[in-house]
């Protein structure tokens, strides 16, 4: 089960850290990482981590704002997100997927409830 906190409401400019409680996950999947859905708009893929090498993915729209990373342990996943703009609103899934084709596409097939970020 993969359970995200820390979203909430900031001022555009600000930074917010969300978290994924993903235990177990980094080992049996070939990537995880984070997408968001605003209302009316489609998923959109926002980071990615492969699990195999480490290696890291951005979206466009995020990188240079946006950092993923995970604990030591690799049982909790992050996503740092600096300059916030109000287009990042915006609930945030921290998901994965077994299949390396999906993950190269940052496209996940397992998720979890999401965390809302507002950014006004």
């Known amino acids: 089960q993969l359970v995200e906190s820390g979203g909430g409401s900031v001022q555009a400019g600000g930074s917010l850290r969300v978290s994924c409680a993903a235990s177990?996950?980094?080992?049996?999947?070939?990537?995880i990482g984070w997408f968001r859905q605003a209302p009316g708009k489609e998923r959109e893929g926002v980071a990615v981590v492969y699990n195999r090498g480490g290696k890291t993915r951005y979206a466009a729209s995020v990188n240079g704002r946006f950092t993923i990373s995970q604990d030591n342990a690799k049982t909790t996943l992050y996503l740092q997100m600096n300059s916030l703009k109000p287009e990042d609103t915006a609930m945030y899934y921290c998901?994965?997927?077994?299949?390396?084709?999906?993950?190269?596409?940052?496209?996940?097939?397992?998720w979890g409830q999401g965390t809302q970020v507002t950014v006004s």
């Open positions: 177990g996950y980094f080992y049996r999947t070939s990537c």
């Open positions: 998901a994965t997927n077994d299949e390396l084709d999906g993950c190269l596409k940052m496209d996940f097939d397992y």
